[in-house]
């Protein structure tokens, strides 16, 4: 019995010490390498290096959530609405030996009901660029505004107000702040046609044949410790196609006039108020415009009350020949923090357009907009305010009309991320 178990137990060391060779003989396994996420601190706060790349990227957004209310001027309109905006930002950067080379991405999607026009859900691509060193493509601000202005009002004020676009451009950095940029943009335009007819149609006053050019935009900017100023400008092309018997005499019917160039200008800027507290500032924007009314901010027609005056870039005159609209419009703002928490902003806009005497019935008028908005931040990203806005329509010309004005409220919590 005892020689069995000797057996038996020399056996299985045997068996074990053969084992253990062989494995000796395996290649060992190694654990798989962990990749961190490293911090990118390059381009400020938020951005991280996406693993085994040296792109630096930031994911960010915002929702929104805002109630209006708007004095109705018939039964069947809605005074209050309400709107709900979702917003997702990413943006990767990379240095390259050519500069930096950036791609940004907005997307949003916003829920609206009564009194904002209508109720729908709709999708928007806001923004979508490609930056390598001075170049820009793709969709984003246009570069006739100052892009920099810190206009914090809630509500339409009357200047060219941080648009996007589809855009090719190209900035030419000079140093010590200045900078320059040309531009091919996507046309900015009003509408072409003024009032309705008997039966309800629009009266068209300029049919616009298809688009040979693009609106050519430049810019000259300065930005430094104190503030921003930015000078720019827009060629914007006029192109009729054949004239119809509701917008001529007979006479002119098959006509086709000469396409022309409409063109607008701008100054833009803001200064930095530190003496009265640490980020108050002033903004300026005055714009002139011929025929290439859109840059003033206006959609093809404003209201206030129950008068309407719509806006045209140009119409036919008399003669046949295009004959265009001209306006200017100026507007500003004062931001100022009462505490490190709570700012309050006071601004305004000023706009004249006019069309000439051949016009019937006249819409030239002029409109001021005048508002405030005072804000709480409890922590940092979040906003939790409301806003009063009045505006004030005054027709001018032969039809004159009714002086009217409107008063809105605004409701607004909106985090950003």
Not at 52 to 79: I, K, M, N, S
Request: proline share 4%.
């Amino acid at each position: 019995m005892k020689l069995a178990k000797s057996l038996f137990l020399g056996s299985v060391a045997g068996l074990a010490a053969v084992a253990g060779a062989q494995a000796a003989d395996l290649p060992a396994k190694k654990a798989a390498a962990v990749e961190y996420v490293r911090v990118c601190s390059t381009y400020g706060a938020g951005f991280f290096y996406i693993p085994g790349t040296e792109t630096c990227l930031r994911v960010g957004g915002r929702v929104r959530a805002e109630f209006l209310y708007v004095e109705p001027t018939e039964r069947e309109q809605d005074a209050i609405g309400f709107r709900a905006r979702g917003r997702l930002n990413i943006d990767a950067r990379t240095a390259t030996a050519y500069g930096l080379l950036r791609t940004f991405v907005r997307f949003e999607m916003t829920r609206d009901t009564g009194a904002y026009g209508f109720s729908s859900t709709s999708a928007n691509v806001d923004q979508a660029f490609i930056q390598f060193g001075g170049l820009t493509a793709g969709r984003t601000i246009s570069f006739f505004m100052n892009s920099d202005l810190p206009n914090d009002n809630w509500g339409t004020l009357r200047f060219y107000d941080a648009p996007t676009v589809n855009v090719f451009a190209y900035t030419f950095s000079f140093g010590n702040g200045f900078s320059a940029t040309i531009a091919a943009e996507e046309g900015s335009f009003a509408g072409n046609a003024f009032g309705v007819d008997a039966d309800g149609d629009p009266i068209t006053v300029f049919d616009r044949a298809g688009q040979t050019m693009p609106d050519l935009v430049a810019n000259l900017k300065y930005a430094g410790t104190w503030g921003s100023a930015q000078l720019g400008g827009a060629l914007h092309q006029l192109r009729s196609d054949v004239l119809t018997s509701d917008v001529a005499a007979a006479p002119l019917v098959g006509t086709i006039p000469d396409s022309e160039l409409g063109w607008a200008v701008t100054a833009q800027g803001y200064f930095n108020l530190p003496m009265l507290a640490e980020g108050d500032a002033l903004w300026l924007a005055a714009t002139y415009a011929d025929g290439a009314l859109g840059y003033l901010g206006f959609d093809p027609n404003v209201t206030a009350g129950s008068t309407t005056r719509d806006v045209v870039d140009a119409y036919i005159g008399a003669d046949g020949d295009i004959e265009t609209g001209r306006g200017w419009s100026i507007a500003g703002g004062l931001n100022h923090y009462w505490t490190p928490t709570i700012r309050q902003n006071v601004f305004g806009s000023y706009a004249r357009v006019d069309y000439g005497s051949d016009v019937a019935p006249g819409f030239d008028f002029t409109e001021w907009r005048a508002g405030s908005n005072l804000i709480w931040s409890p922590v940092s990203g979040l906003d939790i305010g409301v806003e009063v806005l009045y505006s004030n329509l005054d027709p001018r010309g032969p039809s004159f009309g009714d002086d009217n004005d409107t008063i809105e409220g605004r409701l607004r919590v909106q985090r950003d991320f």
